[in-house]
């Protein structure tokens, strides 16, 4: 008899075809969050999950199902899963980390260059019809060639944010909890202090994962020590930038602008205080949105359902 899974989302055919290879399959065929009550009644006998950032996988599903043996997660976070209480019932978490590493660096570094350059501005001042004449200041941005970029998370997706800032010839400075001796030589990049760096950064790029020790861990006193010119882009979690304080700073001109791709609630209200500013970039949580990457990520989360109730080893686990 066949394992059964549940997909808490709709997939693309083909990755659903490689999971019926293998298991019986219920899936959310809407592209909508399932409902919490759809969730706890579907996953009540299920082996495998299959879930999305959107979904809370919490100690109530997972006591649920007492046949549960692996949560897949489709993305390199997994602050949506209770990761402590599947472990205490010995149930194996995943998630899909390097699959997406370039194609997030490249849109992190798209954001940058938009919020910077004043990219989407510029266009709306176009399309507005407001485009009468050339002024030697009309819509004057921040250089990027040559400015300092301060990259604070050097994991996979920092690292390669920090090569693509090379490319054009910026100075390089990273934080993190461990310091990288070994990828200071390789990338050329130098450490400093977090203080150090929101001092010394034009952009400050915030590429940490999201856990509760670090939420706001950008806030007002963070923000107050960054420099009236600079940009601060997040493209990794809402919540370790302090919303309400980064309004503030941008608005008393205490930074020059923010570029966005995560909010700490998602979707966001299109009320949110951020969204009425002309010099913050704001985008839908799109890092990893390339049909390639997404693909790649989709079929990662499927293969770790498929390794792990075929009695093989998880290929990206998130516990032991």
Not at 11 to 40: C, G, H, N, Q
Not at 140 to 164: C, D, F, K, P, Y
Not at 220 to 227: G, I, Y
Not at 276 to 299: C, D, E, F, Y
Request: charged letters at 25%; aromatic letters at 6%; glycine letters at 6%.
């Amino acid at each position: 008899m066949k394992s059964s899974i549940y997909i808490t989302r709709r997939l693309p055919d083909s990755i659903v075809e490689s999971l019926e290879a293998y298991f019986e399959i219920k899936m959310w065929e809407e592209d909508t969050p399932v409902p919490r009550e759809v969730l706890l009644r579907e996953t009540q006998n299920v082996e495998g999950i299959y879930c999305l950032l959107t979904d809370t996988i919490d100690e109530e599903v997972i006591k649920g199902a007492p046949n549960l043996k692996v949560i897949s997660n489709m993305a390199v976070g997994f602050n949506n899963i209770d990761v402590e209480a599947a472990e205490q019932r010995g149930i194996v978490v995943t998630n899909t980390p390097g699959v997406l590493t370039e194609t997030t660096a490249d849109l992190t570094f798209a954001l940058l260059m938009s919020t910077a350059r004043r990219i989407l501005e510029a266009s709306d001042y176009l399309r507005n019809g407001d485009w009468d004449t050339w002024s030697p200041m009309l819509l004057t941005g921040q250089e990027v060639h040559g400015s300092t970029i301060g990259i604070i998370g050097l994991g996979r997706i920092g690292e390669a944010v920090a090569r693509r800032a090379k490319g054009f010839g910026m100075n390089l400075l990273y934080y993190n909890r461990t310091r990288k001796i070994e990828k200071e030589e390789e990338i050329g990049i130098q450490y400093r202090e977090l203080n150090e760096l929101l001092a010394e950064s034009d952009f400050v790029c915030v590429m940490i994962p999201y856990s509760p020790s670090v939420h706001h861990f950008i806030g007002k006193d963070e923000l107050a020590q960054m420099k009236t010119n600079a940009i601060l882009i997040n493209t990794s979690r809402g919540g370790i930038v302090d919303e309400e304080a980064l309004y503030e700073a941008l608005v008393n001109k205490q930074i020059w602008g923010a570029g966005l791709d995560v909010f700490e609630e998602e979707p966001v209200s299109l009320h949110h205080p951020l969204l009425s500013l002309s010099n913050v970039v704001t985008l839908p949580h799109i890092g990893s949105a390339s049909v390639k990457t997404r693909l790649k990520m989709a079929q990662l989360a499927a293969d770790n359902i498929i390794h792990v109730l075929n009695d093989k080893s998880p290929l990206t686990p998130v516990n032991s």
